[in-house]
């Protein structure tokens, strides 16, 4: 399990060069929770308290909703969680390992010439966000409400600012990332939440660590 989690890190970075040695430690102690999630056995979270107020959205998001309005579009009427059977906890654990194996990780700059795109990643190319965002439209298509699967900006724990597909469910709040198999509880990534899509899609919240000013999430 430690070669295969060691093997699946080294072949996906997303920020430039993270997995440093403090990554290298925290892949490694995710083992317990991988093995426990192929027993369709989620772990135990919390909900992460957010503020009070909207925040601007991330740049890149706003391009991405002009472009493809309908991957924005929340109705009001979906459930802003999702019941965590396990089908529900099978559907997000296999689609998180599907994603992170089908797509080559490379900056926007590398694939676009630009500093920071968000896209579905449609050539098989993308960064972390467009990691995501293919998560989040493939979970959608498993029935899995949208209202519940909420773009996040986090700093990561090489202080390198990052995306990940939040799931908000009924035990708690879990984190889809590219830079490992296990979804986990928020509390156990090691990240800062600086702020992520709000319940209706077109606004944004602010969380704990929240700038006053958007973040850019480029990077691989």
């Not at 989690?5 to 317990?32: E, S, T």
């Not at 099978?90 to 694939?111: M, S």
């Given at each position: 399990?430690?070669?295969l989690?060691?093997?699946q890190?080294?072949?996906?970075?997303?920020?430039?060069?993270?997995?440093?040695?403090?990554?290298?430690v925290?892949v490694?102690?995710?083992g317990?929770?991988?093995?426990a999630?192929?027993?369709?056995?989620?772990?135990?979270s919390?909900?992460l308290?957010?503020?009070?107020h909207?925040?601007?959205?991330?740049?890149?998001?706003?391009?991405?909703c002009r472009?493809?309005?309908?991957?924005?579009?929340?109705?009001?009427?979906?459930p802003?969680?999702?019941?965590?059977t396990?089908q529900?906890?099978?559907?997000?654990?296999?689609?998180n390992r599907q994603v992170?194996?089908?797509?080559?990780?490379?900056?926007?700059?590398?694939?676009?010439?630009?500093?920071?795109?968000?896209?579905?990643?449609?050539?098989?190319?993308?960064?972390?966000e467009?990691?995501q965002?293919?998560?989040?439209?493939?979970l959608?298509?498993?029935g899995?409400?949208?209202?519940?699967?909420?773009?996040?900006?986090?700093?990561?724990?090489?202080?390198?600012?990052?995306?990940?597909?939040?799931?908000r469910?009924?035990?708690?709040?879990?984190?889809?990332?590219?830079?490992?198999?296990?979804?986990?509880p928020?509390?156990?990534?090691?990240?800062?939440?600086?702020?992520?899509?709000?319940?209706?899609?077109s606004?944004?919240?602010?969380?704990?660590?929240?700038?006053?000013?958007?973040?850019?999430?480029?990077?691989r």
């Amino acid at each position: 399990m430690r070669a295969l989690l060691l093997r699946q890190a080294n072949a996906r970075p997303c920020l430039g060069r993270w997995f440093h040695a403090a990554a290298l430690v925290m892949v490694l102690l995710v083992g317990a929770e991988a093995s426990a999630q192929m027993a369709n056995t989620p772990p135990r979270s919390g909900f992460l308290a957010i503020r009070r107020h909207a925040v601007m959205p991330v740049p890149g998001w706003i391009r991405f909703c002009r472009h493809r309005p309908d991957e924005c579009a929340v109705g009001s009427s979906e459930p802003a969680t999702i019941a965590l059977t396990p089908q529900g906890w099978e559907a997000l654990t296999r689609i998180n390992r599907q994603v992170n194996a089908g797509i080559r990780p490379i900056t926007d700059q590398e694939h676009w010439g630009v500093a920071d795109r968000w896209d579905l990643a449609e050539d098989g190319y993308g960064d972390c966000e467009d990691f995501q965002l293919v998560k989040r439209k493939r979970l959608v298509a498993a029935g899995l409400p949208r209202r519940a699967l909420r773009m996040t900006a986090v700093i990561d724990r090489d202080g390198a600012p990052h995306s990940v597909l939040m799931a908000r469910t009924d035990q708690g709040d879990f984190i889809l990332d590219n830079k490992r198999d296990a979804v986990l509880p928020w509390r156990q990534t090691g990240y800062v939440f600086l702020q992520r899509e709000g319940g209706t899609g077109s606004t944004w919240v602010s969380l704990g660590a929240a700038p006053a000013l958007p973040v850019r999430t480029a990077g691989r």
